[in-house]
């Protein structure tokens, strides 16, 4: 099967390229997902289970991606939940060879089917950003109706998620970015925006929940920002200076099938858009992985043609 593989960890895309690997075979729970499309996170190539499994032993070369929809093309064994030929769509583990490939092998429990009128494109490009947001407002900071919400890189695909979401839930959403995103933020809903390049954070005034995406001096100085018994989420790692009357949570996201459906439902119903970038063909996917581009959006990459695509062929 053709996949997209990283072999050295090096400077832009020179340590990635396109190639054959074996199809993978499901183990135990498991499914083989012939994959459709795949989301793509730019700093995987970063990220350590990148390059070596659960033991500590090398992976390279690696199949990048960890976003997916696609159909069950077989089950493992004792796999039960899903069926040959049902469209699911999730997050694989991230020890294990990943999405940007046309077969991939995922544990069962992390996949939740994808209603037949959202396209796969739209499917992948939710887990990562989708569940990141969801879990970041209501698991770890305890979000409710009435707070206010400082969410950084709101212009992103996963900020964009954050802001929809809190203000779903009733909170006040001040969105930041660069001053080219404000149109962007505030049209995804965000109440205020701020310019992390020419506006002063700190006049902002008390929050109740910061997301931050960034880490470093912007998540020290927000930690100042948070009123009594609010909380700075991160996924990021946290930095030196933490909220002093409040609480501190980094965390890495997890897929949730029963959130993942909660997530889709909102985008079939107009509740939640998307926020998609670029949509390149496998074959073309090594320049539009590069880590040193800034991202509009979520990359997708489209690992079989779509409907339309296919009928215009």
Do not use: C
């Not at 992390?110 to 209603?115: I, Q, R, S, V």
């Amino acid at each position: 099967m053709k996949a997209i593989v990283v072999t050295d960890h090096t400077e832009g895309t020179a340590g990635i390229r396109l190639a054959e690997r074996p199809e993978p075979k499901p183990a135990i729970n498991d499914v083989l997902v012939e994959v459709h499309a795949s989301g793509y996170v730019p700093t995987e190539v970063d990220w350590p289970s990148t390059w070596s499994d659960r033991a500590g032993r090398d992976r390279a070369p690696s199949i990048l991606g960890h976003e997916l929809a696609g159909v069950v093309a077989a089950l493992g064994y004792g796999t039960t939940g899903l069926t040959v030929g049902q469209r699911v769509f999730g997050i694989s583990d991230w020890h294990r060879d990943g999405t940007l490939a046309e077969y991939v092998a995922v544990e069962s429990r992390n996949l939740a089917p994808l209603p037949g009128d959202v396209d796969f494109t739209v499917g992948a490009s939710l887990p990562i950003s989708g569940l990141t947001a969801w879990q970041g407002l209501f698991d770890h900071g305890r979000l409710t109706s009435g707070q206010t919400v400082l969410a950084h890189g709101a212009a992103g695909a996963v900020g964009t998620m954050v802001v929809q979401l809190a203000r779903e839930a009733g909170a006040y959403v001040i969105g930041t970015g660069r001053a080219a995103d404000r149109d962007k933020v505030l049209g995804f809903g965000a109440n205020e925006f701020v310019d992390l390049g020419g506006d002063a954070l700190e006049d902002i005034g008390g929050v109740d929940l910061v997301f931050d995406v960034i880490g470093g001096d912007i998540q020290e100085r927000s930690a100042r920002l948070i009123r009594p018994g609010g909380t700075l989420v991160t996924v990021t790692g946290l930095a030196g200076e933490r909220p002093r009357e409040g609480r501190s949570v980094d965390f890495v996201v997890e897929s949730v099938p029963a959130q993942l459906t909660e997530i889709v439902q909102r985008v079939r119903d107009g509740r939640l858009r998307t926020n998609i970038g670029n949509v390149d063909a496998l074959d073309d996917a090594v320049a539009a992985l590069n880590p040193a581009e800034r991202r509009r959006g979520k990359t997708v990459i489209r690992i079989r043609p779509s409907r339309d695509e296919r009928n215009n062929a």
